[in-house]
C-alpha cells in the first residue's frame, strides 16, 4: 500500500530526472516551444525549484543535448562479430531508433543546437559547446567503424570513407525526418549499400583499399546486405550482345 509521501531526490538524482524530463519534451517538439513551467509540471516539482538545478532553460537543453549526443553515440556501439554487412545494418537500425524517437532533438542537435531559446539568446560558447558535441558523436561513430573493419591505422582514402558516410547518415535522416516519406526499413539498408558502393568507388583507384573490400565481401553470405546489393546492380547491367538503349 503507498503512503503518498514523495520521495526525495539527491542533487544528482534530481538533476538527472529533469534532463531526462527536459530531454523527452524537446524530442517532440521545438526547444523554444516548451516552457520551464512545463519542465517543472512534467517532474512533479515547482517553477522554482527547475531553477535552483538549472539557472535558465539553455543550461537545461544543453544538459540534455549533452545526454542526446551520448546516448547517439551508443548506438554505434556493436560486438564485432559476425559479417560487417549485418553489423551496419543493426547499427542503421539502431540509429534510426533514435532518430525516429527524439525527432526535434536530433535536428537541434545536428543543426547545431537551439535558434534562440524562450528565456536567452544562444552565446557563441553555446554553439561552440553544442558543435563539439556533435563532433564527438562523429568521432564515436568513426572510431566504432574503424574497429569493425580492424584497422588501427586508417589509410588517407580509408578515411573518406568512413567519415563520408558519417556524414550522409546523418543528411539522410535529417531530410527522412521531413516528411519521413521513405520506409525506415529501406533507408537503413541504402545507407549499409552506401557504405559499399563508398568503399567500392575507392577501391576503383587504391589498392589498400580494394583489399580490404575484398576481405569485406569474403565473409558476406549469399544473404547479406552487401550481397544483395551485387545482385541488383547486376540487374541493372545490359545482357552481354544486347546493346544498352540510346539516351
Request: aromatic share 6%; net charge negative; charged share 20%.
Amino acid at each position: 500500500m503507498t503512503t503518498g509521501v514523495r520521495r526525495r531526490m539527491g542533487v544528482e538524482e534530481r538533476r538527472q530526472q529533469l534532463i531526462g524530463v527536459a530531454l523527452e519534451l524537446f524530442s517532440n517538439r521545438s526547444p523554444d516551444e516548451v516552457s520551464i513551467d512545463e519542465i517543472a509540471a512534467a517532474a512533479g516539482i515547482s517553477r522554482p525549484l527547475v531553477y535552483h538545478y538549472f539557472p535558465g532553460k539553455l543550461s537545461l537543453y544543453e544538459a540534455a543535448l549533452r545526454r542526446a549526443a551520448q546516448d547517439l553515440a551508443e548506438r554505434f556501439e556493436e560486438p564485432q562479430e559476425g559479417p560487417l554487412g549485418a553489423r551496419l545494418l543493426r547499427v542503421m537500425g539502431r540509429y534510426f531508433d533514435f532518430v525516429d524517437e527524439h525527432g526535434p532533438g536530433f535536428s537541434a542537435l545536428m543543426r547545431g543546437g537551439p535558434a534562440v531559446p524562450a528565456g536567452g539568446a544562444c552565446s557563441m560558447s553555446t554553439a561552440s559547446a553544442t558543435n563539439a558535441l556533435i563532433d564527438s558523436v562523429r568521432q564515436a561513430a568513426y572510431v566504432q567503424i574503424l574497429a569493425h573493419l580492424r584497422v588501427a591505422a586508417p589509410s588517407a582514402r580509408l578515411e573518406l570513407v568512413v567519415r563520408s558516410w558519417i556524414s550522409l547518415a546523418e543528411s539522410t535522416a535529417l531530410i527522412w525526418l521531413d516528411g519521413r516519406r521513405i520506409p525506415r526499413s529501406e533507408l537503413q539498408l541504402q545507407l549499409v549499400h552506401d557504405f559499399a558502393a563508398l568503399a567500392a568507388v575507392s577501391a576503383a583507384y587504391d589498392e589498400e583499399m580494394a583489399g580490404l573490400l575484398r576481405h569485406i565481401l569474403a565473409d558476406e553470405p549469399v544473404d547479406g546486405p552487401f550481397a544483395a546489393l551485387i545482385t541488383r546492380l547486376a540487374a541493372l547491367a545490359p545482357s552481354p550482345g544486347v546493346p544498352a538503349a540510346a539516351g
